[in-house]
Structure formats: C-alpha cells, structure tokens
C-alpha cells in the first residue's frame, strides 16, 4: 500500500549542481503537485499536473521544471542549485483535482543546498 | 495574494486537556480542510468542509466552517501524546483546473503526558 513515493528522502546539493526530486504514485491519480515548505511556513505550490503531458506553474515555479510523461510519475528538476532553494519538498496526488483540496502527500525529501 | 492566518502558532498542553485553533482570512472559501503533519511525515488530511456552517467530527476532532466564509475551527477533545505535530489548515477556491488552494503556517502541538 505504498501511495506516494518521493526519493531520495534526503539530499545535500552545492549551489550550481543540478538533481531531479523523483515522484511516483500508484493510486491511478490523475492529479499530482509539488510543494516546498520552509520553516514556520506553509506549503507553497511550485508546480502542478492535471494529467499525463500537462504541466503547470503553481505559486513559486522559478528555477524548477516538472514533465509529466505517464500517469505514475511526476519528477521534480532543480537547475542550477541556490541557498533559497534549500527546503523540505512534498509531492502530492488527487483523484478529484482541484475540487476537493483532499491531497495525498509523500513524506517529503529533504534538500539542502550549500 | 491571499493568505490565511493561523493560530496560534504553538500549543504546549497536558495530556487529557482540550485543543481550539482557528484560522481567519480577509477572503472567502469554497471549502476549508485540516491536515496533520508528523514530525519526519507528509501531511494527512483529518476532516473537509463543504458548507458555511458546517459541523464535522472524526474521533476526537470537530471541525467548523465559519458562517462568513472566511474562518474555520478545529478542536481536539481529550489529547493525547500521538495528537504531537503541526496541524494545517487549507482554504480553497473553485477555479481553474486545480483549483487555488492556501495553506496555513500551521499550529505546532506539543502535548505532556
């Protein structure tokens, strides 16, 4: 009963090198996002997708990119590494999209960059 | 942008006592949900709320969507040590195809047994 799965669950990156944050899910959701939350705050959208080969921008998209090649997955690009990206990073499915706001989360990957 | 403001920010309570937070917003919501996160853990969803006014439970939460649109409750009867964590709330808003969906900074509980 594995749901969402993210690795790696921790990473520690220098500023200019490049990861990309794996996502996958396997409830058969067509509906998957990511967030980053930052200390005493809550979670910021960076970007979602409503289905396979549909991406979109959430609320704090710059220096990521997402694709969307199949139901399951959902990656997470981070390109050229900075300080300010440092942060704890959540994917999320839905069955229902935004109607709802019922997301199911992964337990997060942890990033640090320094 | 639209944010919501919760509180409080951290709770320290004895073991068997009642929990309140809110959360308030200068906008209004189509629908508020509480999420729990576990130290290490992503968030789960504890209750949803449809309607203005609305009364939920689940266990020893209820759950209330402010009569304004704009607030929402959430209490915790009788606590216990596993209640420890940061509890979320989330206003949404219809529209476009994932909706607008805000989070909260959260209420850090700490409970002593």
């Known amino acids: 009963n594995a749901g969402v799965t993210q690795t790696p669950k921790f990473r520690i990156l220098k500023i200019g090198q490049s990861m990309t944050l794996q996502c996958t899910q396997d409830?058969?959701?067509?509906?998957m996002y990511w967030y980053r939350q930052d200390p005493g705050m809550g979670l910021k959208l960076i970007y979602y997708s409503v289905g396979a080969g549909i991406t979109d921008k959430g609320e704090v998209p710059n220096g990521y990119n997402v694709s969307r090649s199949t139901t399951e997955d959902f990656p997470l690009r981070l390109e050229l590494a900075a300080p300010s990206q440092t942060s704890v990073y959540f994917c999320?499915?839905?069955?229902?999209?935004?109607?709802?706001?019922?997301?199911?989360f992964g337990e997060g990957s942890r990033l640090t960059v320094l | 942008g639209q944010q919501l403001n919760q509180s409080p920010q951290s709770m320290f309570i004895q073991e068997g006592e009642d929990v309140s937070m809110n959360c308030t917003s200068s906008?209004?919501?189509?629908?508020w949900l509480w999420y729990k996160q576990d130290p290490g853990e992503g968030p789960v969803l504890l209750i949803a709320?449809?309607?203005?006014?609305e009364l939920t439970s689940n266990g020893r939460l209820t759950a209330q969507f402010g009569i304004t649109r704009k607030d929402s409750f959430l209490n915790i009867s009788a606590s216990i040590p596993s209640d420890v964590g940061i509890y979320f709330c989330a206003g949404l808003n219809y529209g476009g195809s994932q909706g607008n969906l805000i989070f909260g900074k959260g209420t850090k509980l700490s409970v002593k047994p």
């Open positions: 999320a499915s839905s069955s229902r999209g935004g109607g709802t706001g019922e997301l199911f």
């Open positions: 709320l449809y309607k203005a006014g």
């Open positions: 409830m058969n959701h067509n509906y």
């Open positions: 906008s209004i919501f189509n629908t």
